[in-house]
């Protein structure tokens, strides 16, 4: 009697654990999306890297302007999309260690985390982790280890909720309508190389994140409609915190940004650039040539470089084209690339199969010379370059 009695209570918990576990795993899959996708890649929750904040190398590895918004504070920023991202992963940690390493992003269904762990993993590195909470959940949990807008402790009462986030978000046509308002100022976020069309908008003004921001803190702008795009809704998320803390009250966002309308002709034009020569320096051009530590092949690239100029100072090129067209190898390619970026010549990134250059405007530029816009090019190039 003893034995069944016992029995049955065990069977019993036995067929509710059977029925729970699937419910259990579907909401952790729920709660983290991502988590099926990668199961080569071990992840660490919120308690844990608590616990071992202190001997955990953190690796964000967002845009620098997500970083400047919202940062674990102990973190290193080594953006996912730097072309040399594998060598100064491990100037941040060597491969074999016994201190963690964990990498986050934005949140639950961010996969550049699990990317950069998932590629750290095959490069070597050993005792790797993703942290999919990402920085929301941590500010939510440990503020005294993290930093909003500039304050330490975070407050958790200045994350932009998705609901308000979705309140200042305009359809396509709520935001024609509201281009036509008499104080409203339209302005196109993306940068350069990003803007082969735009919507059918007159008097757009072309300004990057960075100049932006510099404008945005020093409110000119207070008392103006603001209407943003970029180009799929993902940068607005990080501006809307500037304008927040800097009383900007009447702005918008395209929702979807230009990704939204780009299949409809009747929404977007082809953006037209002016007729411009390119305007190169002489005395650049002939240090360029008297150069020792470039070959024939690296002064090919320059060339054609120059030749191709678009959006200022920028070009942007499948690199298969530019192998067909100075009959160069892709590698060959890339190694020149590299030798006219740590000479100072040129900066550049690949990103999905196209080459994302930039010329030194001292060398050559497309448009006005000496011209604000010039000069702060000038001033970017160098910063680029220190980097």
């Not at 005792?127 to 939510?140: H, L, Q």
């Not at 803007?195 to 803190?217: A, E, F, H, K």
């Not at 199969?353 to 530029?365: F, T």
Request: aromatic content about 10%; proline content about 5%.
């Amino acid at each position: 009697m003893n034995t069944r009695s016992h029995t049955l209570p065990l069977l019993a918990l036995f067929i509710i654990a059977t029925f729970l576990c699937p419910i259990i795993s579907a909401h952790a899959q729920e709660d983290f999306p991502l988590r099926p996708y990668y199961p080569e890649v071990p992840y660490i929750t919120t308690d844990k890297l608590m616990a071992e904040y202190d001997t955990t190398v953190i690796v964000d590895i967002r845009s620098r302007l997500e970083y400047e918004v919202a940062r674990i504070n102990k973190a290193i920023l080594l953006p996912l999309t730097l072309e040399d991202f594998a060598k100064k992963l491990e100037e941040v940690r060597p491969k074999k260690s016994a201190k963690p390493m964990a990498f986050y992003c934005n949140g639950h269904s961010c996969a550049k985390s699990y990317q950069a762990a998932q590629l750290s993993l095959s490069l070597g590195f050993e005792n790797v982790f993703v942290y999919d909470g990402g920085i929301f959940d941590w500010i939510t949990a440990t503020p005294e280890s993290a930093t909003l807008m500039g304050e330490t402790p975070a407050r958790a009462d200045r994350i932009i909720d998705a609901e308000k986030f979705l309140r200042h978000q305009l359809s396509y046509e709520a935001f024609m309508a509201a281009t036509k308002e008499p104080n409203a100022v339209v302005i196109d976020i993306r940068d350069p190389f990003q803007r082969d069309s735009g919507p059918q908008i007159d008097d757009i003004r072309n300004i990057p994140l960075d100049p932006l921001l510099d404008l945005v803190t020093s409110r000119i702008w207070t008392e103006k409609k603001l209407l943003f795009f970029d180009a799929v809704g993902k940068q607005i998320r990080w501006l809307q915190y500037f304008l927040n803390a800097y009383d900007y009250f009447d702005y918008a966002f395209l929702e979807g940004g230009m990704r939204s309308i780009a299949n409809d002709p009747t929404k977007v034009k082809p953006v037209i650039e002016a007729d411009q020569t390119v305007i190169t320096s002489q005395a650049m051009l002939l240090k360029l040539t008297a150069d020792q530590r470039l070959d024939n092949a690296d002064r090919k690239v320059i060339s054609y470089l120059l030749a191709n100029i678009k959006f200022n100072n920028y070009v942007v090129i499948d690199i298969h084209d530019v192998s067909r067209d100075t009959g160069i190898s892709s590698s060959l390619l890339t190694n020149s690339m590299k030798k006219l970026t740590a000479f100072g010549y040129a900066t550049h990134s690949i990103m999905q199969g196209m080459l994302i250059a930039q010329v030194d405007p001292r060398l050559a530029w497309k448009g006005d010379p000496d011209s604000p816009l010039w000069n702060h090019k000038v001033k970017e190039f160098d910063a680029a370059i220190q980097q």
